[in-house]
Protein backbone atom coordinates (compact mmCIF):
# COMPACT_ATOMS: atom_id res chain seq x y z
CA UNK A 1 0.00 0.00 0.00
CA UNK A 2 1.25 3.41 -0.96
CA UNK A 3 0.60 6.09 1.44
CA UNK A 4 0.81 10.09 0.54
CA UNK A 5 0.14 12.67 2.79
CA UNK A 6 -3.13 13.09 2.57
CA UNK A 7 -4.04 9.17 3.01
CA UNK A 8 -1.91 9.70 6.34
CA UNK A 9 -3.73 12.40 7.17
CA UNK A 10 -7.05 10.74 6.37
CA UNK A 11 -5.80 8.24 7.98
CA UNK A 12 -5.78 10.11 11.52
CA UNK A 13 -8.58 12.30 11.50
CA UNK A 14 -10.59 8.25 11.21
CA UNK A 15 -8.47 6.98 13.92
CA UNK A 16 -9.89 10.16 16.25
CA UNK A 17 -13.07 9.97 15.23
CA UNK A 18 -16.18 9.73 17.66
CA UNK A 19 -17.74 6.82 16.30
CA UNK A 20 -15.87 3.43 16.73
CA UNK A 21 -15.83 0.69 13.90
CA UNK A 22 -16.35 -2.70 16.14
CA UNK A 23 -15.53 -5.66 13.63
CA UNK A 24 -15.58 -8.83 14.66
CA UNK A 25 -12.11 -11.27 13.67
CA UNK A 26 -11.92 -12.18 10.63
CA UNK A 27 -11.01 -16.14 10.20
CA UNK A 28 -9.65 -17.00 7.35
CA UNK A 29 -9.54 -20.36 4.89
CA UNK A 30 -5.93 -20.71 6.16
CA UNK A 31 -6.93 -22.54 9.39
CA UNK A 32 -8.63 -20.92 12.08
CA UNK A 33 -6.14 -18.32 14.38
CA UNK A 34 -5.09 -16.32 11.65
CA UNK A 35 -5.83 -13.24 12.16
CA UNK A 36 -6.55 -10.61 9.58
CA UNK A 37 -5.53 -6.71 10.21
CA UNK A 38 -6.38 -3.53 8.19
CA UNK A 39 -6.14 -0.30 8.95
CA UNK A 40 -9.81 1.45 10.18
CA UNK A 41 -9.70 3.80 7.36
CA UNK A 42 -9.22 1.00 4.95
CA UNK A 43 -10.88 -2.20 6.61
CA UNK A 44 -10.53 -3.55 3.02
CA UNK A 45 -6.90 -3.78 2.42
CA UNK A 46 -5.40 -6.37 4.49
CA UNK A 47 -1.98 -5.15 5.89
CA UNK A 48 -1.07 -7.65 8.32
CA UNK A 49 -1.72 -11.30 8.32
CA UNK A 50 -0.74 -13.47 11.38
CA UNK A 51 -0.61 -17.05 10.89
CA UNK A 52 -1.09 -19.73 13.39
CA UNK A 53 1.95 -21.45 12.23
CA UNK A 54 4.21 -18.77 13.18
CA UNK A 55 4.06 -17.34 10.05
CA UNK A 56 3.16 -13.74 9.18
CA UNK A 57 2.30 -10.95 5.79
CA UNK A 58 3.16 -7.92 6.48
CA UNK A 59 2.75 -4.98 3.29
CA UNK A 60 2.57 -8.30 1.02
CA UNK A 61 6.16 -9.33 2.28
CA UNK A 62 6.94 -13.17 4.29
CA UNK A 63 7.97 -13.07 7.93
CA UNK A 64 8.03 -15.60 10.22
CA UNK A 65 6.62 -13.95 13.51
CA UNK A 66 6.84 -13.96 17.03
CA UNK A 67 4.47 -11.92 19.46
CA UNK A 68 4.60 -11.12 23.69
CA UNK A 69 2.00 -9.22 24.93
CA UNK A 70 3.45 -5.57 24.25
CA UNK A 71 5.36 -6.77 20.78
CA UNK A 72 5.22 -8.31 17.23
CA UNK A 73 8.59 -9.42 16.18
CA UNK A 74 8.54 -10.04 12.20
CA UNK A 75 11.63 -11.88 11.02
CA UNK A 76 12.53 -11.85 7.08
CA UNK A 77 13.86 -14.36 5.11
CA UNK A 78 17.31 -13.37 5.63
CA UNK A 79 16.71 -13.11 9.66
CA UNK A 80 16.32 -9.81 9.82
CA UNK A 81 13.80 -8.67 12.46
CA UNK A 82 11.72 -5.63 13.02
CA UNK A 83 9.90 -5.04 16.34
CA UNK A 84 6.65 -3.21 16.35
CA UNK A 85 4.85 -2.54 19.77
CA UNK A 86 1.14 -2.95 20.12
CA UNK A 87 -1.98 -2.72 22.11
CA UNK A 88 -5.19 -4.23 22.07
CA UNK A 89 -8.56 -1.96 22.36
CA UNK A 90 -11.17 -4.39 22.65
CA UNK A 91 -11.80 -5.69 18.65
CA UNK A 92 -9.29 -2.97 17.44
CA UNK A 93 -5.39 -3.05 17.48
CA UNK A 94 -3.02 -0.13 17.62
CA UNK A 95 0.39 -1.33 16.09
CA UNK A 96 3.15 0.98 16.19
CA UNK A 97 5.07 1.40 12.51
CA UNK A 98 8.72 3.32 12.95
CA UNK A 99 10.28 5.95 10.81
CA UNK A 100 13.77 7.72 10.73
CA UNK A 101 13.39 11.49 10.59
CA UNK A 102 16.76 13.04 9.73
CA UNK A 103 17.46 16.51 11.22
CA UNK A 104 16.65 19.77 8.99
CA UNK A 105 20.38 21.40 10.47
CA UNK A 106 19.52 24.67 8.51
CA UNK A 107 17.19 24.84 11.07
CA UNK A 108 17.72 26.17 14.93
CA UNK A 109 17.76 23.21 17.23
CA UNK A 110 18.15 21.35 20.74
CA UNK A 111 16.95 17.73 21.39
CA UNK A 112 14.27 16.86 20.20
CA UNK A 113 13.31 20.50 19.09
CA UNK A 114 13.88 21.39 15.38
CA UNK A 115 12.87 20.22 11.85
CA UNK A 116 12.88 16.17 11.27
CA UNK A 117 12.56 15.06 7.90
CA UNK A 118 12.23 11.98 5.72
CA UNK A 119 13.44 11.27 2.11
CA UNK A 120 9.72 11.20 0.92
CA UNK A 121 9.15 14.86 2.41
CA UNK A 122 7.04 13.69 5.55
CA UNK A 123 8.35 16.36 8.05
CA UNK A 124 7.71 16.89 11.88
CA UNK A 125 8.24 20.42 13.49
CA UNK A 126 8.90 20.73 16.94
CA UNK A 127 9.18 23.92 18.92
CA UNK A 128 10.80 25.26 21.87
CA UNK A 129 7.29 26.79 23.14
CA UNK A 130 5.92 23.48 22.75
CA UNK A 131 4.32 23.40 20.01
CA UNK A 132 4.44 21.02 16.36
CA UNK A 133 3.84 20.79 12.94
CA UNK A 134 3.25 17.31 11.30
CA UNK A 135 3.36 17.06 7.42
CA UNK A 136 3.02 21.27 7.52
CA UNK A 137 -0.85 19.67 7.59
CA UNK A 138 -1.78 19.02 11.17
CA UNK A 139 -0.75 21.45 14.46
CA UNK A 140 -1.01 21.14 18.27
CA UNK A 141 1.02 21.41 21.38
CA UNK A 142 3.71 18.42 22.66
CA UNK A 143 4.44 17.23 25.53
CA UNK A 144 8.14 14.90 26.40
CA UNK A 145 8.68 12.25 28.89
CA UNK A 146 12.28 11.52 28.74
CA UNK A 147 12.09 8.59 30.92
CA UNK A 148 9.51 7.19 29.38
CA UNK A 149 10.61 8.06 25.62
CA UNK A 150 7.64 9.37 24.43
CA UNK A 151 5.88 12.34 22.77
CA UNK A 152 1.99 13.05 23.51
CA UNK A 153 0.86 14.73 20.70
CA UNK A 154 -2.40 16.71 21.18
CA UNK A 155 -4.19 18.78 17.80
CA UNK A 156 -5.44 21.73 17.47
CA UNK A 157 -7.93 19.97 14.88
CA UNK A 158 -10.77 17.58 16.86
CA UNK A 159 -8.31 14.53 16.56
CA UNK A 160 -7.26 12.23 19.33
CA UNK A 161 -4.36 12.65 21.17
CA UNK A 162 -1.31 10.40 19.78
CA UNK A 163 1.41 9.01 22.39
CA UNK A 164 4.74 8.52 20.22
CA UNK A 165 7.68 6.44 21.25
CA UNK A 166 10.89 8.53 20.17
CA UNK A 167 14.51 7.96 20.17
CA UNK A 168 17.35 10.44 19.62
CA UNK A 169 20.73 9.02 18.13
CA UNK A 170 23.36 10.09 20.32
CA UNK A 171 24.80 12.68 17.27
CA UNK A 172 21.69 14.18 17.26
CA UNK A 173 21.05 14.34 14.00
CA UNK A 174 18.43 11.16 13.49
CA UNK A 175 15.21 10.94 15.17
CA UNK A 176 12.79 7.68 15.17
CA UNK A 177 9.71 7.56 16.02
CA UNK A 178 6.78 4.52 16.60
CA UNK A 179 3.53 5.90 15.49
CA UNK A 180 0.38 4.48 16.33
CA UNK A 181 -1.86 2.93 13.75
CA UNK A 182 -5.14 1.44 14.33
CA UNK A 183 -6.48 -1.64 13.00
CA UNK A 184 -9.49 -3.47 12.83
CA UNK A 185 -10.11 -6.88 11.14
CA UNK A 186 -9.90 -6.90 7.53
CA UNK A 187 -13.21 -6.93 5.90
CA UNK A 188 -12.69 -7.59 2.03
CA UNK A 189 -16.19 -5.44 1.67
CA UNK A 190 -15.80 -3.33 4.26
CA UNK A 191 -16.13 0.82 4.67
CA UNK A 192 -14.36 3.51 6.70
CA UNK A 193 -16.69 5.56 8.59
CA UNK A 194 -16.30 9.35 8.33
CA UNK A 195 -18.57 12.26 8.92
CA UNK A 196 -21.01 12.33 6.07
CA UNK A 197 -21.04 8.80 4.85
CA UNK A 198 -18.78 6.69 4.36
CA UNK A 199 -15.58 5.70 2.28
CA UNK A 200 -15.00 2.43 0.19
CA UNK A 201 -11.61 0.42 0.18
Known amino acids: MNFHRNGIGFGRRVAGAAAVMVLSMVLSACGA ?8 HEPGEEILE ?4 GKAVYKSAE ?7 DHITLTDAAGKSEEHRYVMDGDRMVFYERSVYTLDESEPSDG ?22 EESIFFGSYLVDE ?6 LMYDDPIEDALLYYELDSD ?6 DYPW ?20
Not at 120 to 129: I, M, P, S, V
Open 33 to 40: GTEKWAYI
Open 50 to 53: LKSN
Open 63 to 69: YTYSRDS
Open 112 to 133: IIGVWKQDNGWQYQFTKEGKFS
Open 147 to 152: AAGTIK
Open 172 to 177: GKHLTI
Open 182 to 201: PMVAYDPGGTAEKEGGTIGP
